[in-house]
């Protein structure tokens, strides 16, 4: 077993005993700033901070498939890759791109993510898109502030942003065709110091979630198209900065159906999965790579990024079982 550091991830490959090729399985590693409420005596001692998407899941699951090939290892060679910053900036494409990961030589590469709502017993997939293309999305508006009395004279921000906030959604409703799809979502607004004055300036801090990376280009256009007139409208000025950007997760269609023959016969059910608007920079590796994701279903009634999300923990055995009999199958 060889392994080897990257940034905060690892690579740790096992020679196979007659390699022809390798197999590449992937976790990610990170977490994001929720405040764990699970009420677990293993909780994150992080305060403010938990996995709250299933990345400690993912890992354990890997070290139990690591563990199990480091004893009896297969033919092919296998490749663990560790990948730190899936939640954000991304770690994905920095480490496909690194000459670590490319010293590996991949032939296949997949992923599993939990999936709160599929039944312990259960995974799940589909051939071609399974996951979103995702933009981060930082809007700033700068104005003019002044007292709350006063508002003519005054450039509001507050107004600005929250004008924007409703209209933008008809950037999906009027400009997206109906038969595609998209979302723009806000998850912070800031703005403001006290009640009785006007504000300077605003961020909004959200999301764009697509089906294809034309539909992103498309989105994009018509929000700055938008800020354009509501700098003309509210007399300011707004900058947005797009943050990380996820390409979308698109899986090769014979390894999908293989995934399906090799864990029906260890007695696992297979659902063929919808697309979602989740994102994952998993779909980085894909784009290089042929392979695939699945979804493994964990039965939690908290959804992911929540600060209850309780995934089963039968269903460790279950993904453990799911990737081996890939890696034996494939
Ligand atoms: C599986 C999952 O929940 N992934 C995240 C990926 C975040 C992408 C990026 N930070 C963004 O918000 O656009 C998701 O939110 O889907």
């Not at 998407?53 to 690591?66: E, K, Q, Y």
Request: charged share 15%; with cysteine; proline share 5%.
């Amino acid at each position: 077993m060889q392994i080897t550091t990257w940034h905060t991830g690892l690579f740790v490959f096992v020679k196979g005993k007659q390699p022809r090729r390798t197999i590449a399985y992937r976790t990610d590693i990170d977490g994001l700033p929720i405040q764990e409420q699970t009420g677990y005596s293993f909780s994150s001692t992080h305060a403010g901070n938990m996995h709250a998407c299933g990345h400690d899941f993912h890992m354990t699951i890997a070290l139990g498939v690591l563990h199990t090939l480091s004893k009896h290892p297969v033919d092919d060679n296998v490749l663990f890759v560790f990948q730190p910053a899936e939640e954000g900036p991304g770690g994905a494409q920095p480490m496909l791109a690194s000459k670590e990961f490319q010293s590996f030589h991949v032939d296949m590469i997949f992923a599993l993510h939990i999936a709160p709502e599929l039944p312990v017993g259960t995974v799940s997939s589909k051939e071609g898109l399974l996951f979103a293309n995702t933009s981060e999305l930082f809007i700033d508006f700068i104005g003019q502030g002044g007292h709350a009395a006063y508002p003519h004279v005054t450039k509001d921000m507050v107004v600005a942003a929250s004008t924007f906030v409703t209209q933008m959604q008809q950037i999906i409703s009027r400009k997206i065709d109906p038969l595609d799809s998209g979302v723009i979502s806000i998850g912070k607004v800031t703005s403001g110091t006290v009640q009785n004055i006007i504000a300077e300036q605003a961020r909004l801090e959200g999301t764009i979630r697509t089906l294809s990376p034309e539909t992103m280009q498309l989105i994009k256009k018509e929000l700055e198209q938008m800020m354009r007139g509501f700098e003309l409208t509210y007399d300011c000025s707004i900058k947005v900065d797009y943050g990380a950007n996820y390409y979308q997760v698109y899986n090769t269609k014979p390894y999908v159906d293989q995934f399906q023959q090799a864990v029906q016969k260890e007695g696992i059910t297979f659902q063929t999965a919808s697309q979602a608007m989740t994102g994952e920079d998993f779909g980085y590796f894909l784009k290089e790579i042929p392979g695939f994701m699945f979804w493994l279903g964990v039965d939690s009634p908290y959804g992911l990024h929540h600060s209850q999300l309780t995934p089963k923990e039968d269903a460790l055995t279950v993904g453990v079982n799911a990737v081996l009999a890939m890696i034996h199958h494939v």
